[in-house]
């Protein structure tokens, strides 16, 4: 079972995605946890390329060219094998991020973006993605209590989120494997709310 997990920057992934491995360690799943762009050697270098705010001038497609090239060496050489084995992949971000980011944020051509994504992410679709859903003024207060200065995709501004969020709320319209979460609830709450998502899948699975 493929898991994703989408959303603004700082809307709280990381820690839902600690809390569900966990749950479902303690429910006898074998569980692998990843990150997007990066979780390979090859991957990781991008990571750092694409996030680096030193990397100035960088195009559209070139981005987009890079977020992708990291997925199809995670998707290839990770996910596939992991998910053949029964494992239940968590995946902190995937392609509906390029999508929104890429596509709707960067205006790039959605259908080339599509046709790409396709490729990159190896013809997966996930289970099940949840969008961890908080308001652009809060992104933008976590930012700026975290008092590190921005990457370089952080450093797109408010126009930029924007035009991200208008993208993700396309995809969660035309996609039935969108569960959106309320990011602004309590630590607590989101965790059950995931989970009760979570378990309703993983038991229809045993049934069928
Ligand atoms: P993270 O902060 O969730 O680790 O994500 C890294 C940044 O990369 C985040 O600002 C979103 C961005 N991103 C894209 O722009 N396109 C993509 O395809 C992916 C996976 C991430």
């Not at 762009?37 to 270098?45: R, V, W």
């Not at 993700?168 to 996609?175: D, I, P």
Request: hydrophobic content about 40%.
């Amino acid at each position: 079972m493929l898991i994703t997990f989408e959303g603004l920057d700082f809307s709280g992934k990381s820690t839902q995605i600690k809390l569900l491995a966990d749950r479902l360690k303690q429910e006898r799943h074998e569980v692998l946890v990843l990150r997007e762009p990066g979780g390979t050697s090859i991957g990781e270098k991008i990571r750092t390329v694409l996030l680096d705010t030193k990397s100035t001038g960088m195009t559209a497609a070139a981005e987009f060219l890079l977020y992708s090239a990291s997925r199809s060496q995670l998707v290839e050489h990770v996910m596939k094998p992991a998910l053949a084995s029964g494992t239940v992949v968590l995946c902190d971000r995937f392609y509906d991020s390029s999508t929104a980011y890429q596509g709707w944020g960067r205006e790039l051509p959605l259908d080339i973006v599509k046709a790409i994504n396709y490729l990159a992410g190896g013809g997966l679709v996930p289970d099940v993605t949840f969008f961890i859903d908080i308001p652009l003024h809060e992104v933008e207060r976590r930012i700026a209590e975290r008092g590190e200065g921005k990457d370089r995709i952080e450093s797109g501004g408010h126009e930029f989120y924007e035009k991200v969020l208008k993208g993700y709320k396309s995809l969660m319209a035309e996609h039935k494997r969108f569960v959106v979460i309320d990011g602004m609830k309590s630590i607590e709450v989101i965790h059950d709310a995931i989970w009760k998502a979570v378990s309703a899948k993983l038991n229809k699975r045993v049934i069928h």
